[in-house]
């Protein structure tokens, strides 16, 4: 069972940055895909980004991408995903997932994501 706990969520001003941490327990990231989803008010939960433990990544949304960043800590079993110049439309609940998969899965974007994060909120005001 893997147990996945976010932080670092919050409220800011649009252009802020906020960096949002998930702690994975029991686990060797380098055999894992690991990502972030968000549920923005009123819409279904879509995938932010995702990366494996043995290297690469990939952005759900080619726009975010010049503003999110994810990366992980190996050492610290932690993801990372870096929010800069957020928007109120970035506004949402943002879920770490992770599932054992190989790497073309989760970098093809085909993963199915087996352990969730309890979420952490982001909200950002105009």
């Known amino acids: 069972q893997v147990q996945l706990m976010e932080t670092g969520g919050g409220s800011v001003q649009a252009g802020g940055s906020l960096r949002l941490s998930c702690t994975a327990s029991?686990?060797?990231?380098?055999?894992?895909?690991m990502g972030w989803f968000r549920q923005i008010p009123g819409k279904e939960r879509e995938g932010v980004a995702v990366l494996h433990g043995g290297g690469g990544a990939t952005y759900y949304d080619d726009s975010l991408k010049g503003r999110f960043t994810i990366s992980q800590d190996d050492a610290q079993k932690t993801l990372y995903l870096q929010m800069d110049d957020l928007k109120p439309e970035d506004t949402a609940m943002y879920y770490c997932?992770?599932?054992?998969?190989?790497?073309?899965?989760?970098?093809?974007?085909?993963?199915?994501?087996?352990?969730w994060g309890q979420g952490t909120r982001v909200t950002v005001s105009s």
């Open positions: 997932a992770a599932a054992y998969a190989a790497a073309e899965f989760c970098l093809g974007g085909s993963w199915t994501p087996r352990y």
């Open positions: 029991a686990v060797n990231l380098n055999y894992y895909c």
